[in-house]
């Protein structure tokens, strides 16, 4: 129950409420069992509340002014709008609003407050609404846009409303087109500004080289970017390392330049329109489009490839001139290059070939070149817009020849030869046999001025293989071949002999020897050879003779007697030619034969001294050919005798002398038998000669006979040769029954200084032998003399004579000359060959003849600053090479690039020698005397006259000094001329002396002239000239000389006079030489009645060499008449007034005459008539002073 009234329908134990303001009030319930209704239970009060509302807005809530707005206020409570409501602006009710929507109308830039809302519902009024505020947005004004115009053209606009702008004809916006009004504020406003970008319309490029296309930006706006688009492509070009360039520049001075670079540009790929476009920040890019052309040329042979150089060997060639561009051309033109000229050459073309691709053309036309002349030439395709492509080609005409036939013998080289004519030289040459493959030949240095290049292949012909024919061709520069055809024959020879043994015959004089020639592949004729010489035909026989089919020789044999001049090495030689190769050809054998004849000669030898009881042999020797000991024998004789088979020796009456025996044996390796007698023991000395004969078979060889003595000196040299200053032993040996004593004397058996003799003795067979060994310590050119060995045995002696000889430094310079900046040549001789005599006359030889020389090493040393001499080094000098002739051997020292310091340097050459005993040399270093430097160079150059100085007309003396190797040429020049022969402005021809020597190589001459009377003199050169063969020196003096004050006249002043007399003046003259000064001083007159000044008054006056004029003028001695000397100091202080007057007016004449030198404007007449007047007036006004103050003085003369 609801206030006591029950609830309809409600009978349950659970009641809801809905919360309405009419559900408020005091709840009771009761229950109802078996139809007993308890009592009412307490009551529940439940209050009225209603729901706090809320504001919404049916507009925006933030509006701009005048807009219509609606705020509603809604509360749960009063679904139905059904309650009262109330609306606030702050803490103030909005009156005549009750219901619960609220319809504003907003002004301009007014704002509404915070807004709430209260819902009264059944009595119950709710809580205040949450607080709303509605804020108005402010209208903006029309601004103002330079060069520009605004849409609408209204003076304002609402919030979010928009102007548009429109920029003059030429202009740019910059930044937004659309002006925005935001709460009363614009937007930024826009500008109108002059962005332009241009560049070129048009762009060329030949194929393959670099294409630029440029654009330039100017205007005030700073752009942010530069793109670029080729052709139609929206893509824009990006940098690809060596082929796209991308340069967009700086922005400075409001301009901007940007590039790109196509590198390697073709026309298919790259011609077409380039659009480069200047980016901004906030305005439209601004863009420019050039067109471009991208055009190639290229001249191509009749294989469509690329030739830059073509090769003509028929008189003509056909080339194509192929033009890829972006449209055809009007012509192709041909002309010939040379230099940067151009002329244009009549050709034969053939018609275009036309091609097209998407975005180029190809255009083609075939030339012809008829009798074409060697050169270069130019394609050239001509375009109205003259951007023509030209390429170049270079005709090389050439030609080819060879050697046809080459002849080369079996085991030799066979070298062919073709030979290329043309301009320039070829690549490289090859020589290919028939049916085999190219061989690579060799090329000569090309002969630029025969314009020929030779090519070679050197073929070594093993067999006849390599015979035949050979194609031989030539890679020209331009990379064409030429070609011809070489021949390569071959043949060969062998010679044999059944008598020789190891290509040797050995036989004795009047046998016979047989040769066979053998010819591989024929020959025409044979010749037979010993050495270089031919053999005459009848010299030999031939024997045999066997040809071949073609009745070529390809055997020969012969027989040739054995001679004592048959000794040497024999060959055979074949000439062959034919038809095609008619030249002859010869070849000889490979190998030779050597025929040595055996001369029937024995030698006999024996055994050495002979001991007295002791046993002795002799042996016999002689050629054996046949090396077999059976081949011969021997027979030994005692005088005429022949010795028995026993060996025994019988004396004329039949007494045996001597026992002995013999052997027989042969000697294989040198061909030999020999046979030895040998005497058992030789009690006395021999009185017979012995020989033995030698038989074989018909011929008897019979040695001479020999003598022999019971003792000998067995050794001594043939000569010994040394340096000074070596250690030097010379041996002597002596063989006998006993010891010797060996002395060494000279020739003429005076005694030879030595350092002593030391001897040993050895005993072999009872023969003693003796050796004595004599030593020098320290050879001297003392030591060299002819000497003999004495062996001396008791009572008895024998000798053997040689020489001691000499050897060392050959002539040496002591000086050497030189120039400065040029080089000093040292030479330094030293003997090389050994001799047998002390004059050096008899070479010392050994057993084939040849001379015997040694090989001392040659030094150079330089003296330093020590005084030591030192080997020398360095670069500034070299050694020459050692040249020898005579014995001698001379060697050199240049040195380079001599200066000042290298005078008086000096040097040594130090020749090594080594000692050699088997030469018998005895060596030890060699050093000469010292070689100075001199240099040839002019030392000193004067001019001198009488005076410290030179003055015109002075007679001058031109001394210099020269230091040279010889006496040089002098010559002295002035102005180019020779003052020996003749004269110039400022010198009178001279006279040259005689060249004089002072002995230390200095060499001087004179030249004496008398200088000529100019005065505008201001200094010349003057060269002294020496000449030594074809090398020149010479030193310049700058002469000045000066006027000649003794001959100056000194001036006085009125000296016009007539009673003006010089000689009148006490004066000093003095002139002195040195300073070229005169000084002329006056004190007074020498007479009197002349007056010259007051007492003491002193005037001086000087000329000097430079100018030859005296300084000023000096006082005169002047009369005065008509007065008495008494009184006269009286007169004198008024007179020094007066003088004083005369002075002034002569420096005012000495003034208008130097003005009338240097001006040269008026007349002297004019001028001495003024100044005559002014100076007369001066006269008179001086004198009436003079008469009115001094009556004594009755007048005073002045005249000038």
């Known amino acids: 129950m609801l206030g006591g009234t029950a609830i309809a329908s409600e009978t349950a134990h659970t009641h809801v409420v809905a919360t309405t303001a009419d559900k408020a009030g005091a709840y009771t319930c009761t229950v109802t069992k078996n139809t007993q209704v308890s009592d009412a239970s307490d009551a529940f009060n439940l209050a009225a509340v209603v729901a706090k509302p809320t504001i919404s807005s049916t507009g925006s809530e933030v509006s701009s002014g005048g ?24 803490t103030t009710q909005v009156t005549g609003q009750a219901g619960h929507i609220y319809a504003l109308s907003v002004t301009d830039n007014a704002n509404v407050a915070d807004v709430t809302c209260k819902v009264t519902v059944s009595g119950v009024q709710s809580v205040s609404s949450d607080p709303k505020s509605i804020t108005v947005l402010k209208h903006c004004t029309k601004p103002t846009v330079a060069s520009g115009a605004l849409s609408p053209n209204t003076a304002t606009i609402t919030h979010t409303s928009t102007y548009t702008v429109t920029c003059d004809t030429g202009l740019k916006v910059v930044g937004s087109a659309t002006i925005t009004c935001t709460d009363g504020s614009l937007s930024t406003l826009t500008q109108c500004l002059e962005l332009t970008v241009t560049g070129a319309t048009n762009a060329y490029s030949l194929n393959g080289a670099d294409l630029i296309v440029t654009c330039n930006y100017a205007g005030s706006l700073t752009p942010t970017g530069v793109v670029w688009h080729h052709r139609t492509s929206s893509t824009a070009l990006a940098a690809v390392a060596n082929e796209i360039i991308l340069t967009p520049g700086t922005f400075a001075s409001n301009a901007q330049a940007a590039s790109i670079t196509i590198k390697n540009a073709n026309a298919q790929d790259d011609a077409g329109n380039y659009k480069c476009g200047f980016e901004f920040s906030n305005t439209a890019t601004i863009e420019h489009t050039t067109a471009t052309s991208v055009r190639s040329i290229k001249i191509v042979d009749s294989s469509n490839v690329d030739v830059t150089s073509q090769t003509v060997t028929t008189g003509s060639v056909t080339v194509t001139c192929v033009v890829t561009a972006d449209t055809n051309p009007d012509f192709i033109n041909w002309y010939s290059v040379v230099g940067s000229t151009k002329t244009a050459v009549d050709v034969t073309s053939g018609s275009p070939v036309k091609t097209s691709a998407s975005n180029s053309v190809t255009y083609s036309v075939a030339t012809t070149f008829t009798n074409v002349a060697e050169g270069t030439y130019m394609c050239e395709a001509d375009y109205k817009d003259k951007n023509n492509p030209t390429d170049n080609v270079s005709f090389v005409v050439g030609s080819i020849s060879s050697t046809p036939c080459t002849f080369a013998q079996i085991g030799s080289t066979g070298t062919l030869t073709c030979t290329l004519g043309a301009s320039s030289a070829g690549k490289s040459v090859t020589f290919t046999q028939t049916g085999g493959s190219p061989v690579a030949g060799t090329l000569a240095a090309y002969d630029s001025a025969n314009k020929q290049h030779v090519g070679t292949l050197a073929v070594s012909m093993a067999d006849v293989s390599k015979a035949g024919t050979y194609t031989c061709t030539f890679v020209m520069s331009t990379d064409a071949t030429v070609e011809t055809t070489v021949s ?131 042996t016999c020797q002689v050629a054996n050919p046949s090396k077999n000991a059976a081949d011969g024998s021997f027979k030994w004789y005692y005088g005429t005798s022949v010795i028995a088979g026993t060996g025994a020796v019988y004396s004329s009456t039949g007494s045996k002398i001597y ?141 053997k004579t040689f020489s001691i000889v000499e050897i060392g430094l050959g002539t040496i310079q002591t000086s050497s000359w030189a120039i400065v900046g040029q080089f000093a040549k040292l030479e330094c001789s030293a003997r090389t060959q050994l001799y047998k005599d002390t004059a050096h006359t008899t070479a010392l030889t050994d057993a084939s003849g040849a001379a015997i020389t040694v090989s001392p090493q040659i030094v150079w040393l330089m003296k330093g600053s020590n005084n030591q001499f030192t080997e020398v080094s360095g670069s500034r000098y070299i050694n020459g090479q050692s040249l020898t002739s005579g014995g001698v051997t001379t060697t050199s020292l240049t040195i380079k690039s001599i200066t000042t310091a290298d005078k008086g340097s000096e040097y040594k050459c130090r020749v090594d020698y080594t000692t050699d005993t088997a030469k018998k040399f005895y060596g030890t270093a060699a050093e000469s005397s010292a070689i100075t430097v001199n240099l040839f160079y002019v030392d000193s150059f004067a001019i001198t006259s009488d005076r410290s100085y030179l003055y015109k007309g002075a007679s001058a003396t031109f001394s210099c000094k020269a230091f040279a190797a010889k006496a040089p040429t002098f010559k002295f020049m002035s102005q180019e001329l020779d003052l020996s022969q003749s004269g110039t402005t400022f010198i009178n021809q001279g006279t040259v002396s005689t060249v004089t020597a002072d002995g230390n190589g200095g060499y001087s001459v004179t030249l004496t002239a008398k200088l000529s009377q100019n005065d505008n003199f201001q200094g010349i050169n003057v060269e002294c000239i020496a000449t030594v063969d074809s090398s020149e020196e010479k030193k310049v003096v700058n002469m000045i000389y000066y006027k000649d004050c003794s001959v100056a006249t000194p001036k006085y002043f009125l000296q016009t006079s007539p009673a003006f007399d010089p000689n009148l003046l006490l004066k000093t003259d003095v002139m002195d030489p040195d300073t070229g000064n005169r000084v002329i001083t006056t004190t007074g007159c020498t007479s009197a009645g002349y007056y010259y000044g007051p007492n003491g008054f002193q005037k001086t006056t000087t000329c000097t060499k430079e100018t030859g004029k005296f300084d000023n003028k000096l006082w005169t001695c002047y009369k005065l008449s008509g007065r008495r000397r008494r009184g006269i100091k009286n007169e004198e202080e008024r007179i020094k007034m007066w003088e004083m007057l005369l002075n002034e007016t002569e420096h005012q004449i000495q003034n208008f005459e130097e003005e009338t030198e240097e001006a040269n404007k008026f007349s002297k007449i004019h001028i001495m008539a003024t100044v005559i007047s002014s100076f007369m007036v001066v006269v008179a006004v001086a004198t009436l002073l003079v008469r009115r103050k001094y009556k004594k003085v009755d007048s005073v003369e002045v005249m000038e």
């Open 67 to 90: 807009a219509a707005l609606s705020l509603t206020c809604a509360s749960a409570s009063d679904p139905q709008n059904g309650g009262t409501y109330e609306w606030y602006t702050g």
């Open 488 to 618: 390569l024959s071959t043949a060969d020879a062998a010679i044999s002999s059944s008598d020789a043994s190891s290509n040797a015959i050995n036989k004795f004089e009047s046998d016979t020897a047989s040769f066979t020639c053998t010819i591989t592949t024929g020959a025409v004729s044979v010749q037979w050879m010993k050495g270089t010489t031919a053999l005459a035909s009848t010299a030999y026989s031939v024997s045999s003779d066997v040809r071949n089919a073609a009745n070529l020789i390809t055997s020969e044999i012969i027989s040739m007697p054995i001679t004592s001049s048959s000794d040497g090495s024999y060959f055979c030689q074949g000439t062959y030619y034919t038809d095609d190769c008619s030249t002859p050809q010869t070849f000889k054998s490979s190998t030779s034969i050597a025929v040595t004849h055996v001369a029937k000669v024995a030698t006999l030898t024996s055994s050495g001294a002979i001991v007295s009881g002791a046993a002795y042999s002799f």
């Open 659 to 799: 026992e002995g025996s013999f052997t027989k044996t042969s000697i294989e390796s040198d061909a030999k038998l020999q046979s030895v007698y040998a005497i058992t023991a030789v009690n006395s000395a021999p009185t017979e000669t012995f020989k033995c004969v030698a038989v074989f078979g018909d011929i008897s060889i019979e040695s001479s006979a020999m003598s022999i003595s019971l003792q000998e000196i067995s050794e001594y040299p043939e000569a010994i040769n040394a340096v000074a200053g070596a250690a030097v032993e010379v041996t002597c040996k002596a063989k006998g029954a006993s010891k010797a004593t060996i002395t060494f004397t000279k020739s003429d058996n005076s005694a030879y200084a030595n350092d002593g003799v030391t001897e040993t003795e050895a005993t072999s067979n009872g023969i003693v032998e003796t050796t004595g060994v004599m030593r020098i310590a320290n050879f001297a050119s003392s030591h060299a003399a002819a000497v003999k060995c004495v062996a001396t045995w008791g009572s008895t002696n024998t000798d």
